[in-house]
């Protein structure tokens, strides 16, 4: 059985074609161990996230009112959620994505394109890191990363949809698309077609995210639960 070389690959993806081609069925020895560590990586940032306070300043006011046991009580759910939500985003770019990218390019193996994945969500975890990093060090968060051009557009126009819409669009986005042509280009027949298919699903993404953004779910979930 081939092995799975992710540091060779990564700066020789030629590699990771031939290692595919001579596998049975796309599998790879020590595949699944780098699965385990980069979904590792996803869950440390989301708790990471979550024990520094990110999105939990809704609790604050049960430890304001000395409500200490509550207030553990609504951490501890609000960290399991975290966990959760790490899993949900891990599974979406492992196997939504891809599913994604089978559907348009030249039916090249759903396998296949998991393996490429697997250099691209620590890319978007890493970004997501450093700016964690970055608002804890300031004692602050803003709702737009500096990874992106929406802190700069905000200055000129402040237009809520199009500054999430525009705050999507990361270096790590860029980086994304280059790792995921720089492998899928090997297998497609029409790379033109190709880049410009993972380009439109970047911005698809990023057009959805902004949606959501700006749209107020937790009032709408209150208001549902009464």
């Not at 911005?203 to 009464?226: D, K, Q, R």
Request: net charge positive.
């Amino acid at each position: 059985m081939s092995e799975f070389h992710y540091w060779q690959q990564l700066s020789q993806p030629s590699r990771l074609t031939h290692n595919l081609e001579s596998s049975e069925n796309g599998k790879l020895k020590g595949y699944i161990k780098w699965v385990a560590m980069i979904l590792g990586i996803t869950l440390f940032y989301f708790i990471a996230r979550n024990i520094w306070g990110m999105n939990t300043a809704g609790l604050t006011y049960l430890l304001v009112d000395g409500q200490y046991d509550q207030y553990r009580y609504a951490r501890l759910i609000s960290l399991v959620g975290a966990i959760l939500m790490g899993i949900i985003y891990f599974l979406f770019y492992y196997y939504l994505i891809p599913a994604v990218l089978y559907t348009f390019t030249d039916n090249i193996p759903y396998r296949w394109i998991q393996k490429v994945q697997l250099y691209v969500i620590p890319v978007i975890i890493v970004e997501k890191l450093i700016t964690l990093f970055v608002f804890a060090a300031a004692g602050f968060t803003t709702p737009f990363t500096f990874f992106s051009l929406a802190p700069m557009l905000s200055y000129v126009y402040y237009q809520d949809y199009l500054l999430y819409f525009v705050n999507q669009l990361t270096i790590a986005s860029v980086v994304t698309v280059f790792v995921q042509y720089a492998f899928i280009s090997q297998w497609a027949t029409r790379k033109k077609v190709l880049l410009i298919n993972l380009i439109l699903i970047q911005i698809i993404c990023a057009a959805i995210v902004a949606v959501i953004s700006i749209l107020p779910i937790t009032t709408w979930l209150e208001g549902w639960l009464g």
